[in-house]
């Protein structure tokens, strides 16, 4: 099992960026798919979660109305469509099957002006 995360960067408050993480080494199709992330000095946490056809969709309080989580389910990959980017939103981001415990080695997202 692998992920590979992409598409982060520095950007400046109000700006926008779009994460992708690319899995392998199962039937990405078969499991739903999250992303978390970790900012200095805090716990991992839960950002999104999106079912394994891609139906159904969950957000963190923090999140909703901002981030929109997709997936391709042909390319074996997972989107994090991030709008409105706060100062707040600075972490490194990661994504994840639930139901495995591995992790990739997630990506930067920087908000500052």
């Known amino acids: 099992v692998r992920f590979s995360e992409s598409g982060g960067g520095l950007v400046q408050p109000g700006g926008s960026l779009r994460l992708s993480c690319a899995a392998s080494?199962?039937?990405?199709?078969?499991?739903?798919m999250s992303w978390y992330r970790q900012a200095p000095g805090k716990e991992r946490e839960l950002v999104a979660l999106?079912?394994?056809?891609?139906?159904?969709?969950n957000y963190a309080d923090s999140v909703k109305g901002r981030f929109t989580i997709s997936r391709d389910n042909a390319k074996n990959t997972v989107y994090l469509q991030m709008n409105s980017l706060k100062p707040e939103d600075t972490a490194v981001y990661y994504c994840?099957?639930?139901?495995?415990?591995?992790w990739g080695q997630g990506t930067q997202v920087t908000v500052s002006p």
């Open positions: 994840k099957a639930p139901q495995f415990g591995y």
């Open positions: 080494g199962f039937t990405f199709s078969m499991y739903a």
């Open positions: 999106i079912t394994s056809a891609g139906s159904s969709t």
